[in-house]
């Protein structure tokens, strides 16, 4: 699976523990999160979850989104502070469930947190979907994350991604608009800031 993989798409027990605390803000909203081994961008918040935040438009008012391989939390514990959705955040990372359910505490949000393995404990329909998707894991499983996701989504509703060009971008818009509405909002340094609308 490769060492990257081990580190933070499955429940690796072997990787050491080593938390601190990181200082974020995001469009003049401050955030403290608690990282460790084992979670994606532990260092601080990665350019492509930044500007996958800084770009994303809620058009309704309230409603449902899921954070889709959360992580530590970043995506859906902004969105909990600057708008009324009701947030679910998925991974299948048990240290990132962990995390992301302190870091919610910390940031003072109700979030629902909770494991899954793809969307295999995902039950409800939402507005919006939100995601950095881990594209090491293989196509494959990138695939099936975004495909799937339009048997999660309410009428009219978004998938909001972020990718790098160097990982496919350009050819996964083309496999996408297969099968939906894409809007590419936005390239900055390479990343890619896509909007998914379903039928």
Known sequence: MGEIMSHYFENDEKVESNEHQINVRIKNVDLKFIVDNGVFSKKGLDFGTRTLLENIVLEKKDGDILDFGCGYGPIGIYLAKISNFKIDMVDINRRAILLAKRNAKINDVSVNVFES??????????????????????????????????????????????INKDQGAKSLVKTLANCYEVKIVVKNKGFYIICITTD
């Open 117 to 162: 393995n793809i969307y295999s404990n995902v039950v409800k329909k939402y507005d919006y979907i939100v995601t950095n998707p881990p594209i090491r894991v293989g196509k494959k499983i990138l695939y099936d994350i975004l495909f799937e996701a339009n048997q999660h989504l309410k009428e009219k509703g978004q998938l909001w991604l972020v």
